[in-house]
């Protein structure tokens, strides 16, 4: 049992190395809050962390028999080694390509623009025509303002475009603009809390009572929603200098 245990717990402390490296890369680079809950990125996590360090040493301690021939032994263990680089594979191929690339501020509303939110054209368009403000490989997320172009017949077309399932204004680079440079455009979109219809009336008294726990007002046009792919977040700013004062979950 001894030896058992002995092989179980390398692999274990293998996998946990392996595993922190690549998702404590991703976390710092990409996935900070709110990144990891609008993109719902738990759920790929969650499959990778039972299969690499749940799954593969519990089948180590089955299969580690001392009484196994060395290279049988290797040759079971190669196999559940195997199968967990597939899974962490799978996992950074599927977080590299979801991660964060802009906190959008488009309209009236801010939005989570993933990676593959990009088509590639699109990239190369805007590292052409607005190199300081498209994507890289290498790009952290970034606060942004994705207003329509002042040619009212390409707004018009992007907006045709986009009711058909085409893409939005916050997929097309070239014409992102500073954060900075649209805060005024955003102050006349903020909101109070009560008054967001993307959020079910029990979530708006939720949101409420937790910006009162924060010493925030709820009664104050402070407040815009922030939508990732399937979540969103209330972002609380403050109306003077149109800092970001808290992103609150409504769940």
């Known amino acids: 049992m001894r030896f058992r245990l002995k092989a179980c717990g390398l692999h274990l402390s293998g996998s946990a190395i392996a595993l922190s490296l690549v998702l404590g890369a991703l976390w710092l680079g990409w996935y900070q809050w709110p990144g990891w809950y609008l993109t719902s990125a738990l759920h790929v996590v969650a499959i990778v962390v039972m299969v690499d ?9 089955i299969v580690a028999n001392p009484g196994k021939r060395r290279a049988e032994l290797a ?9 967990q680089l597939v899974a962490l594979g799978y996992g ?35 590292r052409r025509a607005n190199a300081s403000l498209a994507p890289f490989w290498y790009s952290r997320p970034r606060w942004i303002w994705a207003p329509l172009p002042d040619d009212p017949q390409e707004a018009e077309k992007i907006v045709a475009a986009m009711l058909v399932g085409g893409p939005d204004v916050i997929q097309m680079p070239r014409y992102f603009r500073p954060w900075d440079s649209g805060l005024a455009q955003l102050r006349k979109h903020l909101v109070k809390v009560d008054e967001l219809s993307f ?10 009572r937790r910006m009162a726990e924060r010493g925030l007002a709820a009664d104050q046009a402070n407040a815009m929603v922030m939508s990732g792919r399937s979540r969103r977040v209330l972002a609380v700013f403050d109306p003077g200098t149109m800092q970001i004062r808290a992103l609150i979950r409504a769940d």
Do not use: C, M
């Not at 360090?53 to 301690?61: M, S």
């Not at 991660?99 to 190369?124: G, M, T």
């Open 75 to 83: 040759r079971d263990i190669g196999v559940i080694v195997a199968v």
């Open 92 to 126: 950074a191929h599927t977080l590299w390509g979801g991660r964060p690339l802009y906190y959008a501020f488009s309209v009236d509303r801010l939005e989570l623009v993933q990676a593959s939110d990009l088509k590639s054209e699109n990239i190369a368009y805007g």
């Open 53 to 61: 360090l749940v799954l593969g040493p519990i089948l180590t301690l």
């Open 199 to 208: 959020f079910a009336p029990g979530e708006r008294r939720s949101l409420a």
